[in-house]
């Protein structure tokens, strides 16, 4: 038996970069950062590093608080509602702040991401895949 | 307007705050208007209004329409984001572990997981609901890599 998934959209990425390196814009309020993000499966939720919030103008301690565990211990973030958008595919979702502005690593996981999209990798390629949940390609 | 002048007061612009950055934005957008409803009222020229300008005029107008339209929604959605957050901060303990669909202020669905929250708040009218995930307070859930 064989499957088949059909996707909106596919980008290649670049498979020297350690993990899978994706583009996201964050907007808010009419404003956009953008940054590279690893699609991390097996982390939570989608956490940003701080000064992405601050551009955006948030106030950061003013979300969600929440901490976050790592194999060598925790780190606290604030949740905040942004537009999250990979490949132009875009929605509005809870996405989380370092509190640390040394923590400068940049996740797109499990809740607010990956639990509302179609997501394909195929990394002999370097090229992910992906569709909205709901939208058919 | 000498191009120094517009120079300064963009730049002077951006010190100011965002909501103080929209009411200058509407300021100069009532101002454009008043000077485009005077011109209709009193046309200098009459004849001489060429298809240009009319296009032009009607284009600014138009512009006006989608950047005020732009505005409320902009606005709308801030409220919308406000009110998620102060429901989130009073109900994380209630609907730990959970996710949840809020129209605003409202909580119009749950579920284990997004399709459930969304199934049900679409059973009662709310076709984009915002959806969050909420997490036990007492866990600390993986950050990644």
Known sequence: MSYHLTFQKSALYNTSKEGVTVGVRLTLNGQSVVCDAKIDTGASSCIFERTLGENLGINIEGGLQQRFGTVTGSFLTYGHEVTLSVLDIEFDALVYFADDESFTRNVLGQRGWLDRVRLGIVDYEGRFYLSYYGERA | ?145
């Open chain 2, 1 to 145: 307007m000498s191009a120094e002048l517009l120079n300064e007061l963009m730049e002077r612009a951006k010190a100011l705050a965002e909501e103080e950055k929209l009411r200058f934005a509407e300021y100069l957008m009532e101002k454009i208007q008043v000077r485009s409803s005077s011109k209709q009222e009193q046309p200098e020229f009459p004849d001489a209004v060429s298809e240009v300008e009319r296009n032009s005029e009607s284009v600014r107008e138009g512009t006006t329409q989608d950047w005020r339209r732009d505005v409320c929604l902009s606005e709308e959605k801030a409220a919308h984001r406000s009110e998620h957050m102060i429901w989130l901060k009073a109900n994380r303990d209630a609907y730990a572990g959970q996710y949840v669909a809020l129209d605003g202020s409202r909580l119009v669905g749950t579920g284990n997981n997004v399709r459930e929250a969304e199934a049900v708040a679409r059973q009662r009218g709310v076709e984009k609901p915002f959806i969050v995930y909420l997490f036990p307070l007492d866990s600390i859930p993986f950050g990644g890599w």
